[in-house]
């Protein structure tokens, strides 16, 4: 009966043990609001902007297909990418 206890009190502190939660936060440096900005200007600057200032012609159609798809994810709007309403119909 003894030993029964024992390998009870043994497993359930062990049990506890090692599946406690620890107190440190999740934290990673992507998630920060600086990286967020940062990665909001590369997306405008590089994948919008870039892109659209390319002669839309059959060989650039994806770079023109990745900007319009980068501004609907970001709803992004302004007055350099408004120039071409009608194109956005046609994706």
Known sequence: MNKKIILFLFS????????????????TSYTTAAARAKTYNNLIKNSINKNLSLALTDSTEENWEDAFETMEYLHYHS?????????????
Not at 79 to 91: G, K, M, Q, T
Request: hydrophobic content about 50%.
């Open 79 to 91: 007055s350099f990418a408004d120039v071409y309403p009608f194109l956005v119909e046609l994706i």
């Open 12 to 27: 359930f502190i062990t049990t506890t043990l090692c599946t406690a939660q620890s107190d440190t936060p999740i934290f």
